[in-house]
T-cell receptor, first 113, second 114 residues
Framework: DAGVIQSPRHEVTEMGQEVTLRCKPI?????LFWYRQTMMRGLELLIY????????DSGMPEDRFSAKMPNASFSTLKIQPSEPRDSAVYFC???????????FGEGSRLTVL | AQKVTQAQTEISVVEKEDVTLDCVYE???????LFWYKQPPSGELVFLIR??????QNEISGRYSWNFQKSTSSFNFTITASQVVDSAVYFC???????????FGDGTTLTVKP
């Protein structure tokens, strides 16, 4: 079975550019999570969705970040404009039911120059 | 509010040693779930185990074992006869029914030297 699929795996961009990260959750999972991991701040939850509806976006750093889940099989995390402090590994995870375990994608490593 | 504390930031052992990773949690809910995840150097996060608050039975899976003690709010993870491939960051997490999100600890970096 396919796991959580994230793209791109690596992204290098310049400050001010728009960045879009993509995620395809595991089929049948009804919750999707976006996490950010840095050395300084560890693993941070940015936002999560239940049945495609955003439930808690309190972890989204600021208005430059936005996330969407137009259907059960696709989600995006957008940063516009990007800044060097956004450099991190961004993980998407899905969950089959509550309060089940999370299944993580391989992550998208973002570098903003 | 929920909190997970992994007091050990880094642990280094020599291969074949046993090692225990500590996890202490805080919650006022009576129904909750505890998880361990592994993040090897390759970067992906992998689920290892889930326990619910009503099941204090310890679990063993090969060289891995987990000790859940509600009296001390701890869910510790022991690796027996450690191997180099066990080198990773290990995260403990707490989930509350109907809260949606899990609370993660800061992780413990385990280095197993040959």
């Amino acid at each position: 079975d396919a796991g959580v699929i994230q793209s791109p795996r690596h992204e290098v961009t310049e400050m001010g550019q728009e960045v879009t990260l993509r995620c395809k959750p595991i089929s049948g999972h009804n919750s999707l999570f976006w996490y950010r991991q840095t050395m300084m701040r560890g693993l941070e939850l940015l936002i999560y969705f239940n049945n495609n509806v955003p439930i808690d976006d309190s972890g989204m750093p600021e208005d430059r970040f936005s996330a969407k889940m137009p259907n059960a099989s696709f989600s995006t995390l957008k940063i516009q404009p990007s800044e060097p402090r956004d450099s991190a590994v961004y993980f998407c995870a899905s969950r089959p039911h509550e309060p089940g375990e999370l299944f993580f994608g391989e992550g998208s490593r973002l570098t903003v120059l | 509010a929920q909190k997970v504390t992994q007091a050990q930031t880094e642990i280094s052992v020599v291969e074949k040693e046993d090692v225990t990773l500590d996890c202490v949690y805080e919650t006022r809910d009576t129904t909750y779930y505890l998880f361990w995840y592994k993040q090897p150097p390759s970067g992906e996060l992998v689920f290892l185990i889930r326990r619910n608050s009503f099941d204090e039975q310890n679990e063993i899976s090969g060289r891995y074992s987990w000790n859940f003690q509600k009296s001390t709010s701890s869910f510790n993870f022991t690796i027996t006869a450690s191997q180099v491939v066990d080198s990773a960051v290990y995260f403990c997490a707490l989930g509350i029914t109907n809260a949606g999100k899990s609370t993660f600890g800061d992780g413990t970096t385990l280095t197993v030297k040959p």
